[in-house]
């Protein structure tokens, strides 16, 4: 086999996780934004004012925190789960489960309010999402979570405020 033609098979090979139908172990998820959710846009001068350093690492260029640093992890109460960087809600408690990652992990989302795309940051591409109104980074997606989905949202516990249910 000629050169070019290895190298040429190479990319076709490479690519084909693109195709329709090819998971390569990354959840295919079809999100859209809730009708009437309005887009905040902010300049990142306007961020930087909003967020904490720590945070605007996170939302705004794609930052993770280290593992069992947040203490959202181990938060257990009744509540909803709201983005740090708009306050728009994103998980139930009722969602949370432990994963053993050192991230707050979910099982669901309110539908509506994430939205996703691939992060090509490491050699496998990985499931990235984000807020649906601010575009803030929270966190990614796996398929190996616990039924009913399989899936676990895996969140930058920077990235979430929790509001705790009222009593």
Same mark, same amino acid.
């Given at each position: 086999?000629?050169?070019?033609?290895?190298?040429?098979? +190479?990319?076709?090979? %490479?690519?084909?996780?693109?195709?329709?139908?090819? %998971?390569?172990? =990354?959840?295919?998820?079809?999100?859209? *934004?809730a009708? %009437?959710?309005?887009?905040?846009?902010?300049?990142?001068?306007?961020?930087?004012?909003?967020?904490?350093?720590?945070?605007f690492?996170?939302?705004?260029?794609? #930052?993770?925190?280290?593992p069992?640093?947040?203490?959202?992890?181990k938060?257990?109460?009744?509540?909803?789960?709201?983005?740090?960087?708009?306050?728009?809600? +994103?998980f139930?408690?009722?969602?949370?489960?432990?994963?053993?990652? %050192? /991230?707050?992990s =979910?099982?669901?989302?309110i539908?509506g309010?994430? +939205?996703?795309? +691939?992060?090509?940051?490491?050699i496998? *591409?990985?499931?990235?999402?984000?807020?649906?109104?601010? #575009?803030?980074?929270?966190?990614h997606?796996?398929?190996?979570?616990?039924?009913?989905? #399989?899936l676990? /949202?895996? @969140? @930058?516990g920077?990235?979430?405020? =929790?509001?705790?249910?009222?009593?």
């Amino acid at each position: 086999m000629k050169r070019r033609h290895f190298l040429g098979a +190479l990319g076709a090979g %490479g690519a084909a996780w693109l195709l329709p139908g090819v %998971g390569w172990g =990354f959840p295919r998820l079809s999100l859209e *934004p809730a009708p %009437g959710l309005e887009r905040i846009e902010l300049s990142r001068d306007e961020w930087r004012e909003r967020l904490t350093p720590e945070q605007f690492e996170i939302l705004r260029d794609h #930052g993770t925190e280290p593992p069992f640093s947040s203490p959202l992890d181990k938060e257990w109460r009744d509540g909803e789960y709201r983005c740090a960087g708009c306050d728009l809600p +994103l998980f139930e408690s009722a969602m949370k489960y432990d994963s053993g990652t %050192g /991230w707050p992990s =979910f099982f669901d989302h309110i539908e509506g309010h994430l +939205l996703s795309q +691939l992060d090509f940051s490491l050699i496998w *591409p990985r499931r990235e999402y984000h807020c649906a109104r601010c #575009g803030g980074h929270q966190g990614h997606v796996f398929s190996d979570g616990p039924e009913p989905t #399989g899936l676990r /949202w895996c @969140n @930058n516990g920077l990235a979430l405020t =929790f509001v705790p249910a009222a009593t």
